[in-house]
């Protein structure tokens, strides 16, 4: 076994979901991103952001905190107020907690403490 792990359970709740939602918003991301290059950077950053999480690496939480912000501000770019609308609100909340989760003062302490 090589010591790596996709999921960490002895992880505050906070960056434990904010794992597994730059895994599933990374891997949708690449579902529907194919043919736009910047799409897909903010997928695969949001899946190597997920992973480096996981194995408690800087760089992880740096490059999942960088995917998650350009991915919420591209949508609130692209799609202004009708932002607020039925289909795009749905993207607007799941991106928002995103932020959220890896922004909140329980992850940065965590992340500042354990990982190297």
């Given at each position: 076994?090589?010591?790596?792990?996709?999921?960490?359970?002895?992880?505050?709740?906070?960056?434990?979901?904010?794992?597994?939602?730059?895994?599933?918003?990374?891997?949708?991301?690449?579902?529907?991103?194919?043919?736009?290059?910047?799409?897909?950077?903010?997928?695969?950053?949001?899946?190597?952001?997920?992973?480096?999480?996981?194995?408690?690496?800087?760089?992880?939480?740096?490059?999942?905190?960088?995917?998650?912000?350009?991915?919420?501000?591209?949508?609130?770019?692209?799609?202004?107020?009708?932002?607020?609308g039925f289909p795009q609100i749905m993207n607007?909340?799941?991106?928002?907690?995103?932020?959220?989760?890896?922004?909140?003062?329980?992850?940065?302490?965590?992340?500042?403490?354990?990982?190297?």
């Amino acid at each position: 076994m090589n010591g790596y792990r996709w999921i960490n359970p002895n992880q505050p709740q906070t960056l434990y979901g904010a794992t597994m939602l730059s895994y599933l918003d990374g891997a949708f991301g690449l579902l529907y991103g194919l043919g736009a290059p910047l799409l897909m950077a903010i997928a695969v950053g949001l899946l190597a952001g997920g992973w480096g999480i996981a194995n408690e690496k800087k760089w992880g939480y740096w490059v999942a905190v960088a995917a998650a912000a350009m991915q919420l501000a591209l949508l609130l770019l692209f799609y202004g107020l009708r932002v607020l609308g039925f289909p795009q609100i749905m993207n607007l909340m799941f991106d928002a907690l995103l932020v959220g989760l890896l922004l909140h003062p329980m992850s940065r302490d965590y992340q500042r403490l354990w990982f190297r």
